[in-house]
């Protein structure tokens, strides 16, 4: 299996990325094909497909933030079951950012995640792929280390329509021993940036964000 990055629109394999996110996620989720042109060009922005016999086995968007030293997981779609398409992802994933902590100067603390909470969800089926299963997936995300960060959580929906997605967790995977909780301003600080391509954000979002600034730390929870 092959990990290849992408880094532009115009790349074959992008179509078929695209396509493979609107198939598995529900539109709030997915950036319209054209506005993934500028994002492509940033290079703290990595986008990978895995592919064997020329066929896209899954998916994994990842970014790091060098003034705030941690790393963000955006998705990950497995496209193919019983190939350890996962554990291939996370390996990869992990091994580049390390490439890119050891290239950059950075000291990485550890990767946030947006994680589906399935007892909010009323639709389960993610294109029929099991283990995009939200509880699967939790599961999984639990044993590779991420905890939920214990407060009220609302993200922008990605079509930039001012629609509040609260059916997900912010998480934290640690990289470092003895981390608890994280300060209450650095994960504003992170949102706020990692959000900053959106105009039209929910006033839901905005109260989440004033809820932050009137905290000192989050704690991490089992999820």
């Given amino acids: 299996m092959e990990y290849i990055q992408i880094n532009s629109i115009n790349d074959p394999m992008f179509a078929r990325l ?5 198939d598995v996620f529900p539109p709030e989720e997915v950036l319209e094909y054209e506005l993934w042109a500028e994002p492509l060009k940033d290079p703290t ?8 016999d020329d066929e896209v086995m899954g998916v994994t968007e990842y970014r790091y933030n060098k003034e705030l030293n941690v790393a963000m997981t955006d998705f990950t779609i497995i496209v193919k079951e019983g190939l ?8 990869k ?13 950075l000291d990485l603390i550890g990767m946030f995640a947006e994680i589906y909470d399935p007892y909010r969800m009323t639709d389960h089926s993610f ?3 099991k283990v995009m299963d939200p509880f699967v997936r939790r599961e999984v995300l639990s044993h590779l280390g991420y905890m939920r960060l214990d407060f009220p959580y609302v993200h922008p929906a990605w079509t ?5 997605v609260n059916h997900l967790d912010l998480c934290f995977q640690p990289f470092k021993e003895n981390i608890h909780s994280l300060k209450a301003s650095f994960i504003r600080d992170f949102i706020t940036g990692y959000y900053s391509v959106l105009s039209n954000k929910p006033q839901e979002w905005h109260d989440m ?7 000192d730390n989050i704690q991490l929870k089992p999820l």
Avoid: W
């Fill in 127 to 129: 294109a029929g792929i």
């Fill in 209 to 215: 964000v004033a809820g932050l600034e009137k905290r």
């Fill in 160 to 164: 930039n329509e001012g629609e509040a």
């Fill in 45 to 52: 922005i990595r986008v990978f497909v895995a592919v064997q």
């Fill in 93 to 105: 994933r992990y091994e580049d950012l390390m490439q890119l902590a050891k290239e950059h100067d």
């Fill in 18 to 22: 695209h396509k493979t996110m609107q």
């Fill in 84 to 91: 350890g398409v996962g554990p291939f992802l996370a390996k």
